[in-house]
């Protein structure tokens, strides 16, 4: 069973809405990782936040420690946002992976 | 710019065939990684390493071996390909320290025949 879950698997939306993508971890971590994975297969950092919020651009990523959840925002989405999603605990030096949210976002 | 680099971006191989899938990074990281991302599944780690000739086992290590002569090199190895370890291979790379990202490659799309 993989300690990290991520919802939803699937998204699809239209050009301009709203997208929140979320994650559940079970057990005290150190930092959380989204990353993002575009077709072809490269992996790239867009946050690492150990408490509260932080904010780049269009994205938003929150994180509450107590509930051990976090979520991505991308307001106003575009379909250059169309990627995969990747949520990621780190514990210590251990990064563990969500299965990812597929997101496509189209015109 | 620093990066990690994966010799091959896709590589079509025979059943039986022993495969080499190398990996090196130009930031002197201590750490180094390897997984598997197949779908709905996400990525999983096969082997990482502390330190040169150092490795140590992940989640699914059955069917592949690793080497990391030097610091800035990591290689998988898988003895015998088979069907079942078509996949995309994606290495990484992180400073020693808690809370520190990896820095991804961009993968290796692995089909074997």
């Known amino acids: 069973k993989n300690e990290v879950e991520q919802s939803p698997q699937n998204l699809t939306a239209q050009e301009g809405e709203f997208i929140t993508i979320n994650c559940s971890y079970s057990?005290?971590?150190?930092?959380l990782h989204w990353l993002q994975q575009h077709p072809g297969g490269g992996i790239v950092s867009l946050f690492m936040?150990?408490?509260g919020k932080k904010k780049h651009g269009r994205l938003i990523a929150t994180i509450n420690i107590q509930e051990k959840h976090s979520s991505l925002h991308i307001t106003a989405s575009h379909p250059r946002d169309s990627a995969v999603y990747i949520c990621?605990?780190?514990?210590?030096?251990?990064?563990?992976f969500g299965a990812g949210t597929r997101l496509t976002v189209k015109p | 710019d620093v990066k990690v680099t994966q010799s091959s971006r896709y590589l079509v191989k025979r059943t039986g065939e022993k495969v080499f899938l190398e990996c090196v990074q130009d930031?002197?990281?201590?750490?180094m990684f390897w997984y598997r991302q197949d779908p709905g599944l996400g990525l999983r780690l096969i082997y990482f390493?502390?330190?040169?000739?150092?490795?140590e086992k992940g989640d699914i290590p059955e069917g592949y071996s690793v080497s990391r002569e030097k610091k800035e090199r990591f290689s998988l190895i898988l003895e015998s390909a088979s069907t079942n370890q078509t996949s995309m291979y994606l290495c990484?790379?992180?400073?020693?320290?808690?809370?520190?990202?990896?820095?991804f490659g961009s993968g290796t799309r692995l089909t074997v025949v």
């Open positions: 990621a605990p780190t514990y210590n030096n251990d990064m563990r």
């Open positions: 990484a790379s992180s400073p020693i320290g808690a809370g520190y990202g990896y820095t």
């Open positions: 057990v005290g971590i150190s930092a």
């Open positions: 390493s502390y330190d040169v000739k150092m490795k």
């Open positions: 936040l150990s408490s």
């Open positions: 930031m002197d990281h201590e750490n």
